[in-house]
């Protein structure tokens, strides 16, 4: 098993930043790809950015449209990622789940360990 947990969530004003890292532990082996999905209240989950470990090859990353420029994920080594967020705006508030698992995917349901989440909340 694999135990993922978030931390840096907060409460942050319009056009500020956040920095959210997720550790793993356990099973790490299974920790390829990590990323980032959220949920808002009322709304379904949805992806948010995803990497692979890729030391001593090319740097992969993909992102949602809707953060695209303004989020940053970042793979420090294989049992951690960040994800940097800057500008953020009140549609940014949601609940942020870090997720692992052996395809670097934008679908969630690809995903095989969730961390419990951590809270952001941005207000205008």
């Known amino acids: 098993q694999v135990q993922l947990v978030e931390s840096g969530g907060g409460l942050v004003q319009a056009g500020g930043s956040l920095r959210l890292s997720c550790g793993a532990s356990?099973?790490?082996?299974?920790?390829?790809?990590m990323g980032w999905f959220r949920q808002a209240p009322g709304k379904e989950r949805e992806f948010v950015a995803v990497?692979?470990?890729?030391?001593?090859?090319?740097?992969?990353a993909d992102y949602a449209d809707s953060v695209k420029g303004r989020f940053a994920i970042s793979r420090d080594n294989a049992n951690t990622v960040s994800l940097q967020m800057n500008s953020l705006k009140p549609e940014d508030t949601a609940t942020y789940y870090c997720?692992?698992?052996?395809?670097?995917?934008?679908?969630?349901?690809?995903?095989?360990?969730w961390g419990k989440g951590t809270l952001v909340t941005v207000s205008s």
């Open positions: 997720a692992a698992g052996l395809i670097a995917t934008t679908a969630g349901s690809e995903m095989d360990y």
């Open positions: 990497t692979r470990w890729s030391a001593g090859s090319t740097y992969y």
């Open positions: 356990g099973r790490t082996a299974r920790t390829y790809a």
